[in-house]
Each structure stands twice: as C-alpha cells, then as structure tokens.
C-alpha cells in the first residue's frame, strides 16, 4: 500500500448539479489528508448551520447553508474512498471502451 501522505484524490466526484450535469468536481492531486481534514472543516460548519436553522424558523438561509457544505464536504469524503479503494485492473480493450 502507499504511503498516506503520497495518496492524492483522483478528481472524480462530481457534486451539486443542475438536471443531470454537474457544476462541479473535486479537483485531482490534492493530498488526501488536506481532503479530509477539509471535509471535517465543512461538516463542522454544516453542523452549526443546521443547528441554526432548527432553531431560526424565520428563515432558510441556514438550512440551505447546511446542505450545500454538506454535499461539498461528501463530494471530498467519496473521492478520497475512490482513492483507498483499489480498482480492478481493466484490459486495454475495456480501456479503450470508455
């Protein structure tokens, strides 16, 4: 297995998306550990923000806060998983398929 620290995410995950295309990606070649610990950052904050919101009912602002650093954050956290998680070798003709 590599070293953690020289695993970087592979910029496949796709988030927040308008019909069946996305807006954005994860960005490959970021350091996995930088990846989660910013996942973490998002997740905290989404947290706060969805606390805010059961509690502020004049307004959705926070609710909608919480959900796009939600999905953010999970966009990180699915890319490292593609990372740590071996793919199968795949033949050049299935290579060339895709």
């Given at each position: 297995?590599?070293?953690?620290?020289?695993?970087?995410?592979?910029?496949?995950?796709?988030?927040?998306?308008?019909?069946?295309?996305?807006?954005?990606?994860?960005?490959?070649?970021?350091?996995?550990?930088?990846?989660l610990?910013?996942?973490?950052?998002?997740?905290?904050?989404?947290k706060s923000?969805?606390e805010?919101a059961?509690?502020?009912r004049?307004?959705?602002?926070?609710?909608?806060?919480?959900?796009?650093?939600?999905v953010?954050?999970?966009?990180?956290?699915?890319?490292?998983?593609?990372?740590?998680?071996?793919?199968?070798?795949?033949?050049?003709?299935?290579?060339?398929?895709?």
């Amino acid at each position: 297995m590599n070293n953690p620290s020289d695993l970087k995410t592979i910029g496949f995950t796709p988030f927040l998306y308008n019909s069946d295309q996305a807006f954005f990606n994860v960005r490959a070649g970021i350091p996995i550990i930088d990846a989660l610990s910013q996942s973490s950052d998002l997740l905290s904050l989404a947290k706060s923000f969805a606390e805010d919101a059961a509690f502020i009912r004049d307004t959705d602002r926070h609710a909608w806060a919480a959900h796009y650093l939600t999905v953010m954050g999970k966009a990180l956290l699915d890319d490292v998983i593609q990372t740590l998680i071996p793919r199968p070798a795949r033949t050049k003709t299935e290579s060339e398929q895709r």
